[in-house]
């Protein structure tokens, strides 16, 4: 229906314009013809009509295809551009039209120049509006949520929960699908605006769209603990439209997006937080917190423990805890599927973890 309407205007306006044309771009002829055949009836301007409807009607198709082609990538691109650069950009430039317009009134009255300048000052100051806004957009918010009579009492009191919305937090793919951030958030330890990159969802996507299994299972989790965090647990997520697609590597994009929103990358990835902290941007290492949070051992404690396996060294016995933490217990070899009392003799910090050495209760009395 849409696509006759518009071969019906096409058309319209073809006809119109050839009317234009035949009756004012063809005077010789209009006054040949007013002089012999038709008595005065200017006949040419409805033969430009005719031909313009014709052609306006042959060509709309090509036309039509082309216009839905051009909607289609204005879309795409809008579709990348988040919502406030692009309210940003329009309200800066409605200021450059504004002040170029001003300007322009002011030397309208040169006689040469009072025609050409307004167009370039609309069209430079146009463009620096846009560029200013879009840059300084989240400079004025902040301006603009400090104002008194914005928000009353209301915002006073929110205040600082309000600040905590902007703290922006990047999820990068490898912390999503390990699941644990949705505990973090559930116990309160994470505020602020968890952004999802676009193309970390579409990282995700591709992993779940896998033809492997395991793979397939991962893309999938990690989909549902997104779906968990934004609905049941009631942190404010956004999803950032950008994709950088002058950046081939996922590490390096969020690299980017963290310093354009002054934000810091959640992740369990160590490469990515060393590249991270060269680049400037701060990160949280979930694995740092699970290490932070684990409970301290000091030598001489006692514990009892379940040996399940032989360890590298000869005689070693290992036990792991509850929360996930390798207990290496010398002589403990021989006592592999019971569960015997340790004694703590040394704990050792790895970037992969915590590592404790002990030995039997019963080696150390006989000792």
């Given amino acids: 229906m849409i696509d006759k309407l518009l071969a019906i205007l096409i058309s319209g306006l073809s006809a119109w314009g050839g009317y234009i044309l035949f009756l004012r771009g063809i005077p010789v002829l209009s006054e040949l013809l007013d002089r012999s055949l038709f008595n005065g009836f200017n006949f040419w301007p409805l033969v430009g009509a005719v031909l313009g409807g014709i052609l306006g009607l042959l060509f709309s198709p090509w036309l039509i295809q082309r216009f839905w082609q051009f909607t289609l990538w204005i879309e795409s691109r809008l579709n990348k551009i988040p919502l406030s650069d692009i309210m940003s950009g329009a309200l800066g430039l409605t200021i450059g039209l504004i002040i170029a317009n001003l300007i322009g009134v002011a030397f309208s009255h040169l006689p040469v120049v009072g025609n050409i300048l307004p167009v370039v000052l609309s069209i430079i100051l146009g463009y620096l509006g846009i560029n200013l806004m879009v840059k300084k957009r989240e400079e004025l918010v902040g301006l603009f949520t400090t104002l008194p009579w914005v928000g009353g009492k209301e915002r006073n009191r929110d205040k600082v929960t309000q600040s905590n919305i902007y703290q922006y937090k990047i999820l990068d793919t490898s912390v999503i ?19 999802i990159p676009v193309f970390v969802l579409e990282e995700l996507q591709h992993i779940a769209d896998s033809s492997d299994l395991l793979k397939r299972n991962r893309g999938r989790r990690g989909l549902d603990i997104l779906n968990r965090i934004q609905k049941e647990l009631g942190m404010y997520v956004q999803i950032d439209n950008r994709d950088f697609e002058d950046i081939s590597e996922v590490d390096r994009k969020l690299v980017k997006l963290g310093q354009l929103l002054k934000a810091k990358i959640v992740t369990n990835d160590y490469n990515l937080n060393k590249v991270a902290e060269l680049q400037g941007v701060p990160v949280l290492n979930i694995n740092e917190l699970s290490n932070a949070v684990k409970p301290v051992v000091l030598p001489g404690e006692e514990m009892v423990v379940h040996i399940i396996k032989d360890g590298k060294e000869f005689g070693q016995g290992v036990a792991y805890l509850d929360d996930g933490t390798m207990i290496v217990v010398d002589g403990g070899k021989k006592h592999i599927g019971e569960t015997i009392g340790v004694l703590v003799t040394s704990v050792l910090q790895t970037a992969a973890g915590r590592m404790i050495f002990a030995k039997p209760k019963a080696l150390e009395r006989a000792l």
Wanted: glycine share 16%; proline share 0%; hydrophobic share 40%.
């Fill in 177 to 195: 699908i390990d699941g644990r951030i949705a505990d973090i958030c559930q116990s309160g330890f994470l505020e602020g605006t968890l952004v």
